[in-house]
């Protein structure tokens, strides 16, 4: 629907940027071979694209050159949630896609990927060389016995020997599973204990902030406590000696072998993620490698705009599920850029720095990281050559309205900015990026291909300019096709299907905007609720963290006992600053003035710091649970936080308010 009173986009591609983009050539090609509709732009291509989910995904898979070791018989038996059934008879293997440029001789001794350490100097693994790495390991995991099925973990940083073990282990039809080297042993073993890896990759240790972190001691307490393990790969990032009982990486991966891959089921397993696990042992995601496969196709291929030109660069760890999506870019034969280290070292605009000396053309990174340049001054066109850059993508949180026009005035006039949504359950994005549409500040550009996205009331009504919950209606690929240790997919079903039956809730408030956009508030688990007024607490901390004596913040909305509503907000102050009643004004009259006057928090009080996920996301529901007097064992899973130390302020926090 459009509207009369559309505001005025902040970018718009011009007509050789849409005529260019792969998404316009696929919706002729589709409009010529399966009566898509060959006008009406993106929003027609998405309508049909939920109204005829079978030939929009059998299109996919053509128009990409999918390869069936076994043909198909149906595009989708079963469309129920949970439960959908794709592609089914077919087999297929993920690791033979990801490789295919190699088989191309005019692009063998192409960068496959480009490594990057905090030194910001690239080193480059070409095609044939990484297809000759997963061959020989591949080759190897079968002489150590590892079948279809096989868990295969790894305890690795951002390099290219994760990239290479990922690739191996879907090659034999193992199921792949990592945590990065800066989570503890207790937080990796209540991942990996659930799925009883037979192999573990490891490094000695890993570099961040100029730093050398030996991990030599928790890789002994995981060999300790997996009695699963087969065999583990110690991986000399810091040149110690191989330990006792362990495999040399050198010796699985020097002999350059054709790789062999299994050809396994549209629905095999591919890798396990996991959920930030902040109040209870971490949901063990399951992801399918032919489901992976076709949403990674759509979403890279066509809403990125990604082919053998390009260089896709995001920043992300081995911990969080860009990173499986980073290496899916391979799928598309572009050139991924691997990072490993300090997002901020040695200064906080090394990322662009990065992005500048790989000639990244698609540069993803967190909001965070976006408004953090902003605060500290960070000019990045002027101080470094970003003519390659074509899109800057943002997730992790909404990207605040700051922040788009931040990176529209300091990167470039004319840039894409991608602001994406979508969660670690799918590996991939519900909304975000469509090269051909135009970029209004504050919003995600349009729901994505085949995704049925819709906001609803509580009572399942679709709303249009009004917050609901974030819902999808159809079935995607990339759907979990269980939760591991899941018998009777009961905790499946809570996570997403308790409040709407067979429709998929996510846990988020969002808009869709009447000319297609979508805006996303926040968890609507921790949405605050004031006086019937629904809003995100990202909208709170996109206003207050303007201030720039606020470093960071965290809001809490607490149903009372008596039926009243306390609505704290927590402040960790910049360097210097100071919480005096004149910041505390400010502070409010910013949300009262910018947001909503029922919003004001009822206090303003300053912590030492803001408590995160492993992955980096604020803690929230968790905190709200300690201020409501939940044990701390019960709130929170302690090897979920980065620094659990804080979470006692606001134990003790309950613990005076309930006497007072």
Not at 67 to 85: E, H, I, K, N, Q
Not at 362 to 382: D, F, I, N, Q
Not at 507 to 527: C, M, N, Q, Y
């Amino acid at each position: 629907m459009t509207s009369t009173t559309q505001p005025e986009p902040l970018w718009s591609p011009g007509p050789d940027r849409i005529a260019g983009a792969r998404i316009t050539a696929f919706q002729a090609w589709a409009a010529e071979r399966h009566d898509a509709p060959a006008d009406g732009g993106y929003p027609a291509l998405h309508a049909w694209s939920v109204a005829e989910l079978d030939t929009f995904w059998k299109a996919v898979a053509e128009w990409f050159d999918v390869r069936f070791t076994t043909p198909y018989a149906s595009v989708l038996a079963d469309r129920s949630m949970p439960g959908a059934r794709w592609f089914t008879g077919a087999t297929l293997n993920y690791a033979e896609h990801a490789l295919r440029a190699a088989e191309d001789p005019a692009r063998a001794e192409d960068a496959a990927l480009l490594y990057v350490d905090e030194t910001h100097e690239a080193t480059p693994i070409t095609w044939a060389e990484l297809r000759g790495q997963v061959g020989a390991l591949a080759a190897e995991l079968r002489a150590l016995g590892v079948r279809p099925g096989d868990r295969v973990s790894g305890y690795l940083p951002n390099i290219p020997e994760a990239v290479v073990a990922l690739l191996a282990t879907a090659a034999v039809g193992g199921v792949w599973t990592s945590c990065a080297p800066d989570f503890g042993a207790r937080s990796v073993l209540d991942r990996f204990q659930q799925v009883e890896p037979v192999v573990l990759f490891t490094v000695d240790g890993y570099r961040y902030g100029g730093k050398e972190h030996d991990r030599r001691d928790t890789v002994a307490e995981l060999r300790a406590d997996l009695p699963s393990l087969r065999a583990v790969v110690h991986i000399p990032l810091l040149g110690t000696p191989v330990p006792d009982g362990a495999l040399a990486w050198a010796d699985l991966t020097s002999a350059r072998t054709e790789p062999v891959f299994e050809p396994v089921p549209f629905d095999h397993p591919l890798w396990v993620l996991y959920s930030s696990g902040t109040t209870g042992l971490p949901k063990a995601i399951v992801q399918s490698q032919g489901g992976i496969l076709l949403e990674h196709l759509k979403q890279l291929g066509l809403h990125c705009d990604l082919g053998p030109e390009d260089r896709f660069f995001w920043y992300t760890s081995t911990g969080w599920m860009m990173w499986n999506f980073l290496v899916s870019g391979l799928l598309t034969g572009t050139t991924v850029v691997l990072y490993d280290g300090s997002p901020g070292y040695p200064d906080t605009g090394a990322q662009w720095r990065i992005a500048e000396r790989t000639r990244a053309t698609l540069y993803g990174t967190s909001a965070a990281y976006v408004m953090a340049c902003r605060k500290a001054g960070v000019h990045p066109s002027r101080d470094h050559d970003l003519s390659a850059v074509k899109c800057v993508a943002t997730t992790g949180s909404p990207l605040p309205p700051d922040g788009f026009r931040w990176l529209h005035d300091e990167v470039a006039e004319d840039l894409w900015i991608a602001s994406v949504s979508g969660g670690t359950d799918v590996c991939s994005c519900f909304a975000g990026a469509v090269p051909t549409l135009p970029v209004h500040i504050g919003e995600l550009q349009a729901p994505c291909l085949g995704t049925d996205l819709q906001s609803w009331d509580p009572s399942g009504k679709p709303l249009t300019g009004e917050v609901g919950e974030l819902v999808v209606t159809n079935p995607m690929p990339s759907m979990p096709i269980y939760f591991w240790n899941d018998p009777d997919g009961s905790r499946y079903r809570d996570s997403y299907f308790e409040m709407f039956p067979g429709v998929w809730r996510h846990g988020d408030w969002i808009t869709l905007t009447d000319h297609g956009s979508v805006v996303i508030h926040g968890r609507s688990d921790s949405t605050l609720n004031r006086q019937g007024v629904r809003m995100g607490s990202a909208d709170i901390y996109e206003a207050v963290e303007r201030l720039p004596e606020i470093k960071e913040s965290l809001v809490i909305g607490l149903e009372e006992p008596n039926g009243g509503y306390w609505m704290p907000l927590f402040v960790h102050l910049a360097p210097g600053a100071t919480l005096d009643d004149d910041l505390r004004s400010r502070i409010k009259a910013t949300i009262r003035e910018e947001l909503s006057p029922r919003h004001v928090p009822d206090e303003v009080i300053e912590v030492p710091a803001i408590p995160h996920t492993l992955t980096g996301k604020r803690i929230e529901v968790p905190v709200k649970r300690l201020l409501q007097g939940t044990p701390m064992e019960k709130a929170v899973n302690p090897g979920s936080v980065d620094n659990l130390d804080l979470l006692h302020f606001y134990e003790e926090l309950a613990r005076t308010r309930s006497r007072s």
